[in-house]
């Protein structure tokens, strides 16, 4: 098996930046919430989609293969149910069918986004020129 690595250092910007809002999402939904459970729509789903976007285009556009770069951005959609999941166990948490949503639209956002820049980048930008 051969493993690509990213070469630019906008690649490994990145999958840096990747593992760091990954990191940041898993802490953030794990910790126990001190306020009140209930909160429909607002800021909170803004972000949730937000982050998941993020989370799926960026290996789209740091990873340089393709196979390994489609699989990892459309883990991120089932990572979010796990975690929506794994919230019901935590004090003043619960499953919220709202933030899954948001999770998700954000997901398949971000599969679009990335994937046209991951075309752009591949088909439309002159060899050499990528940073």
């Given amino acids: 098996m051969n493993i690509q690595l990213p070469e630019t250092k906008s ?8 593992l760091v809002i990954l990191v940041v999402i898993t802490a ?19 972000l949730h989609a937000f982050f998941f976007l993020l ?18 951005a459309l883990s991120v959609a089932p990572y979010g149910y ?4 794994m919230q019901r166990s935590v004090p003043g ?16 956002a971000g599969l679009f986004i990335g994937g046209i820049i991951r075309i752009k980048i591949k088909y439309f930008t002159p060899p050499g020129d990528s940073s």
């Avoid at 690649?11 to 990747?18: D, G, M, T, V």
């Avoid at 989370?55 to 990892?72: D, M, N, S």
């Fill in 11 to 18: 690649e490994k910007l990145s999958i840096i930046l990747w």
């Fill in 82 to 85: 796990l975690l929506e999941y």
């Fill in 93 to 108: 948490r619960e499953f919220s069918a709202h933030d899954l949503i948001a999770n998700n639209l954000g997901a398949l």
């Fill in 55 to 72: 989370l799926a285009a960026l290996p789209l556009y740091g990873i340089p293969e393709r196979k390994t770069a489609l699989l990892v």
């Fill in 28 to 46: 953030g939904s794990l910790v126990p919430k001190m306020s009140p459970p209930g909160e429909q729509f607002g800021i909170d789903k803004i």
